[in-house]
């Protein structure tokens, strides 16, 4: 059994319209969120053994502050610059070659790619996984075999979320 973790990453800032939106940094509800998301990871045990981002500003800086809360090592973060722009299937693709290595992975991106992902592996209906929104899902993956799909969704939790703590299922 495998685990897969897909984070949208935290509220970026708006406060400089000339920013290149690669370029644009978190604001300060986001840089909370995320500190926030990564603390609820860290109590309720969950630390990926693998983490790849978007290269993206805003995307990396998520990565960098759940890592810090997880305790897992910021150096070791994979920045995909595959994950910046792409859709649900690079993402997809991103993960299953990911899979083949490890029992989790938390992949940081961006929407919609993220969304459509989330409702493509489980049948659910998200509609917009929120800013720091995190979805678990549970994979029986073995490189013999396709991706059984639907996969289960553990939890979805997010930054306004009320109901805690996290549990994987």
């Known amino acids: 059994m495998k685990t897969v973790y897909l984070i949208r990453h935290a509220k970026s800032s708006w406060d400089n319209v000339d920013c290149d939106d690669y370029q644009r940094p978190l604001n300060r509800r986001g840089k909370k969120n995320a500190q926030e998301m990564g603390e609820r990871l860290s109590v309720a045990g969950i630390k990926p053994d693998f983490i790849v981002s978007s290269p993206a500003k805003r995307a990396r800086a998520t990565a960098r502050r759940i890592a810090k809360s997880i305790g897992y090592p910021k150096k070791e973060i994979v920045y995909n610059r595959n994950l910046y722009l792409s859709d649900r299937d690079t993402y997809l693709d991103i ?75």
């Open 95 to 169: 993960m299953v070659d990911y899979l083949h290595q490890v029992q989790s992975i938390a992949i940081i991106g961006h929407n919609s790619a993220i969304t459509d992902l989330a409702e493509y592996l489980t049948g659910e209906t998200y509609e917009n996984i929120v800013t720091c929104g995190v979805v678990a899902l549970s994979v029986q993956y073995s490189e013999k075999n396709a991706l059984p799909l639907p996969l289960k969704c553990l939890f979805y939790d997010y930054p306004k979320n009320t109901q805690r703590p996290l549990s994987l299922g």
